[in-house]
């Protein structure tokens, strides 16, 4: 092989990690995303929503 053929496949496998190392970064940031607070929409959202249920719940077997 020759010079021109070792250059091309370090250029092609820099191709492929640059693109699966964007990929993986534009996937963490949209899960985190997902995991902040937004007003009602976000997972962090209704899991705070269904606590505050079972918070409730257990306040009200408790008084009776």
Known sequence: M???DYLTVAVAVIAIF???AGGLKWMVKHYLN???PNGGSSMKDSL???ENRVDDLY???VEK
């Open 2 to 4: 020759e010079l021109k």
């Open 18 to 20: 640059t693109a699966f």
């Open 34 to 36: 997902e995991l902040k």
């Open 48 to 50: 705070q929503r269904l």
């Open 59 to 61: 306040k009200l077997l």
